[in-house]
């Protein structure tokens, strides 16, 4: 080897030396004033409200990587109280800790020269949050914003990604009549992009929390309902603040307990609900209106799922009356803010089941493949006076053939629950009835073939009335006996069956040589029942008045 080169070896080498030992004291040295500082940034950002408490941190210059162990953020109770005394005591507190923040890709020394921070990722592990919303707080100091706070410690803060990994979060909502409201969340994932706090981006509307973009994932949301008769799952809910895009794989609400055991429960007769939907997906959803407890939706969408119910007609019925409990009036009495233009329901199968005491056995009724349009659902007044008007344009096959369409017209803020329903029924064989006609009516269907059933009605949580047609040929029934065959089926009543289809019953309407019949039917609500059973006596009213004749009362 030359000298020349032994030289410039040497020199490389001991460059490399100094750079590294440089490297390293600055390390030290840095890691001393990063102590200080960080400690020093939360106590007087926060106006002593919060301490910050961390264990180790590590510091690599060369690669500008810092890494802190066991952070924690707490909020000092009595510098609380003293502001809450004050009247500058903010709404919101939080309460945090975790194993470990990493930072990469820092640029150390704009901060120490600067007060700038620039930085790569910041990697918060295994956050646990509690945030603590108390809306009988009151804060009569000036507003500032976001960055006039941060601009007299930081003069610019630029990070290109913060990530939240397996984060717990607790959120307490405190109301101003001291009733708490509690949610926690495991698994969840946040991201920021993009997260740049200065002059211009404070007016930025295009970002959100000063981000590029913004994005949550919740792997699992486990909730039991207050009164301890359901679970809800939510599973892997995702939301892109940008896009403004919330996206859900799937929503259950699973009973706790069997039939037996929610009728125990319950005591008096109630529905029992096991429901799913699947891959629900709304757009024009706003992180600010998600924080301040309200649901603004543009359109939403609902792709698959079930829902049946279920109802023990044994038990008594409730203490009270339903008075109050139409959709639209339900809607009105919400207390969270809520509106959705348009959604969207398609691939729902429908289930109901009652148990008849009188027979001792459940009748079912199906609706599959159910779905539909639903237009302007809101309990906000000003959208309220310029359209009143609730909209469900509904489909679905009943049992296994009838093509069933309804319309739905809620009117909106009306105290009386006023409505309208109009629909069409056509192509169904009769004889697929009877799974809810034999065990709830103890009447089998023998044949009919129902060509189109036409209703249009009018109603409020008092009664229903409107106009009625059904077309249909081949209508027998029996009268069925507590006796039963050999193979468990119940036995007809022979000659009440026969009488009946030869006196009571038109076999067809319309009847040969004669006009269509058509009804007018009206019915008074029982106020211990629902909105749709009020809706099905009014159409069953309407099905007597077209096909029992004028010798039926004599005879059924």
């Known amino acids: 080897m030359t000298k020349f080169w032994k030289i410039i070896l040497t020199v490389t080498a001991i460059l490399a030396a100094v750079v590294l030992g440089t490297g390293w004291y600055l390390s030290i040295h840095w890691k001393n004033i990063l102590d200080k500082e960080l400690r020093r940034f939360v106590s007087q950002g926060s106006d002593s409200l919060y301490t910050l408490a961390y264990g180790k941190i590590s510091m690599n210059l060369l690669t500008g990587s810092v890494g802190i162990q066991n952070v924690a953020l707490l909020p000092d109770t009595a510098v609380y109280d003293r502001l809450v005394r004050e009247q500058r005591a903010p709404q919101v507190i939080y309460n945090a800790k975790m194993s470990r923040v990493q930072v990469s890709g820092l640029k150390i020394w704009r901060y120490f020269m600067d ?10 592990s295994e956050p646990e949050i509690t945030v603590v919303q108390d809306l009988r707080s009151r804060d009569t100091t000036p507003r500032r914003s976001f960055y006039a706070s941060v601009n007299e410690l930081i003069h610019d803060f630029r ?40 002059s211009m981006t404070e007016k930025d509307l295009s970002r959100v929390l000063y981000a590029q973009n913004f994005d949550v994932t919740l792997r699992q949301w486990d909730f039991r309902t207050p009164d301890s008769l359901y679970w809800l799952h939510v599973n892997n809910i995702s939301y892109n603040a940008v896009e403004r895009v919330a996206e859900v794989e799937s929503v259950k609400l699973e009973p706790r307990y069997n039939r037996a055991g929610f009728d125990k429960q319950k005591g008096t007769q109630s529905d029992r609900f096991e429901v799913t939907f699947n891959h629900i997906r709304a757009e024009g959803v706003r992180l600010e209106d998600l924080l ?39 809607l009105d009495k919400l207390k969270m803010p809520l509106t959705i233009d348009t959604l969207k329901v398609q691939g729902v199968n429908i289930s109901y ?8 056995e459940t009748g079912k009724i199906e609706f599959h493949q159910a779905g539909g ?21 509904v489909h679905a096959i009943l049992m296994r053939t009838g093509k069933l369409r309804a319309r739905f017209d809620f009117t909106l803020n009306d105290a009386s629950g006023a ?12 004889r697929e009835m009877n799974p809810a006609t034999r065990p709830l009516g103890e009447v089998g269907i023998r044949s009919a073939s129902i060509r189109e059933m036409d209703f249009n009605l009018r ?58 019949r058509t009804a007018r039917p009206r019915f008074e609500r029982d106020p211990k029942k629902s909105f749709f059973n009020l809706v099905w006596k009014t159409i069953y009213a309407g099905i007597k008045e077209t096909v029992l004749t004028d010798a039926a009362s004599g005879l059924m």
């Open 115 to 124: 007060k700038q921070v620039d930085a790569g990722i910041f990697t918060l």
């Open 159 to 198: 990070i290109r990604q913060v990530n939240l990994t397996n984060t717990r979060l607790s959120y307490v909502h405190i109301r101003e009549d001291s009733s708490r409201k509690l949610a926690r969340f495991d698994n969840l994932d946040v991201r920021l992009r993009d997260l740049r706090i200065d």
């Open 292 to 330: 301040q407890q309200a649901i603004f939706v543009k359109s939403a969408s609902v792709d698959g799922g079930e829902l049946h119910a279920y109802r023990n007609r044994a038990l008594p019925y409730p203490p009270g009356d339903k008075y109050g409990g139409f959709p639209n009036q339900l």
């Open 353 to 360: 089941s009652e148990f008849n005491p009188a027979s001792g």
């Open 373 to 393: 349009t639903f237009l302007h659902i809101t309990n906000q007044d000003s959208l309220i006076q310029q359209n009143n008007h609730c909209i469900a344009d």
């Open 419 to 430: 409505f309208g329903v109009s629909g069409q029924l056509t192509d169904m064989d009769g």
């Open 459 to 516: 109603g409020n949580e008092r009664s229903c009335s409107g106009t009625f047609k059904l077309l249909y040929s081949d209508l027998k029934i029996d009268f069925l006996k507590d006796v039963r065959n050999a193979k468990g089926k119940k036995r007809k009543k022979g000659l009440i069956s026969f009488l009946a289809n030869v006196m009571a019953l038109h076999n067809e309407n319309p009847s040969p040589g004669k006009p269509v």
